[in-house]
């Protein structure tokens, strides 16, 4: 049976509990989605910064664990039958973490689908649009003469706030009254969008009333904010 230290990322970022979870990440959108999580549900776990000012992503020892170079990625000493896993993509790790601890994630079978549905329109929708603003806003693109780009970001980050506030109306979370997997792994986005990417008047987002309200009750659970800020950037 392989032990955590035979894996190759373990020699640039050594496990000093190797019974852990090791989680190897960086506070951003993706990135929290995992921290948030794992405070949320208690399991104890130890951190790795990947700093991407070193291009760490980019190194052999983290793409032996994610051939993406993208972060979050975990490596669980206790995975299925008692194997280490390792694991990337961070949708797939808060399913993952949710069926492991039976946290976050309805038991009732229809329930559990429209969860990951919702999984699955961050993944799809809201993480790639909502990171298109930010850098054609923010970063390099904003350079660009052409605003175009910009302006079609803009629309349709607009168009899925707006599902989510037409779905939130009359509920507290995505799935009614029960937080799940499908508000963590929003939160940072939306935080982001009207933060870090400076974007709140591009979208319009305090003509919503239901999504500002779900953010709010979001950031202000300790887990939440906890997980904000783990790892600790540089």
Do not use: C
Not at 1 to 29: E, N
Not at 58 to 85: M, Q, R, V, Y
């Amino acid at each position: 049976m392989r032990k955590v230290s035979d894996f190759l990322i373990t020699q640039r970022w050594p496990a000093k509990h190797a019974d852990r979870l090791q989680l190897y990440s960086l506070p951003t959108p993706n990135g929290v989605k995992v921290s948030i999580m794992l405070e949320e549900i208690g399991l104890p776990y130890e951190v790795h910064l990947v700093d991407f000012n070193k291009d760490d992503q980019h190194t052999p020892e983290f793409l032996s664990l994610n051939p993406n170079g993208k972060i979050p990625a975990i490596l669980d000493p206790d995975g299925p039958d008692g194997e280490p896993l390792p694991l990337f993509e961070s949708g797939a790790i808060l399913q993952y973490l949710a069926e492991k601890t039976g946290k976050l994630l309805p038991s009732d079978a229809a329930r559990r689908y429209k969860t990951i549905q919702w999984l699955h329109f961050q993944m799809g929708g809201i993480g790639p649009m909502f990171g298109q603003v930010g850098f054609f806003n923010k970063f390099a693109g904003r350079e660009y003469e052409d605003k175009r780009p910009l302006q079609r970001y803009v629309n349709e980050s607009r168009r899925l706030l707006g599902v989510m506030e037409t779905h939130l109306a009359g509920r507290q979370w995505i799935m009614d009254d029960e937080y799940t997997i499908a508000d963590i792994s929003m939160l940072g986005w939306v935080r982001n969008l009207i933060g870090f990417y400076e974007a709140r008047d591009l979208v319009e987002f305090d003509s919503l009333r239901e999504v500002p309200a779900w953010l709010e009750r979001g950031l202000a659970r300790p887990a939440v904010q906890r997980g904000l800020n783990i790892p600790q950037r540089p």
